[in-house]
């Protein structure tokens, strides 16, 4: 299995507003796509921004591409992610796993 992980902040007037649009966006595209086996996001405050790391779960390489393309390294974005002034790590990392576990 492949985790992929994905982090991006906002500023706190906007945690909200950009936790419903991940949901909308980021966590159901990901789950929408064959061989995806699931999505988890964590939010952390520090300061005057809110944090989301978004982890998605892949039965393997083809099942992220279907979700990411060919540069599958690079985030994912969509539109209205700039309405809440979204700052976003450009790239994502992929890890191969033999399975997850809640700690």
Not at 7 to 33: D, M, N, Y
Not at 52 to 66: C, N
Not at 79 to 87: A, I, Q
Request: proline share 4%; with cysteine.
């Amino acid at each position: 299995m492949i985790v992929r992980t994905w982090h991006g902040c906002v500023p706190l007037k906007h945690a909200e507003g950009f936790a419903r649009h991940l949901e909308k966006t980021g966590v159901e595209h990901s789950r929408s796509i064959r061989g995806n086996r699931g999505a988890l996001v964590h939010r952390e405050t520090q300061g005057s921004w809110e944090h989301f790391f978004l982890a998605t779960y892949w039965q393997d390489l083809d099942a992220v591409k279907a979700f990411a393309g060919e540069r599958y390294n690079v985030a994912v974005t969509y539109p209205d992610d700039e309405v809440f002034e979204l700052l976003s790590d450009p790239y994502v990392f992929q890890h191969e796993v033999e399975a997850v576990s809640p700690l």
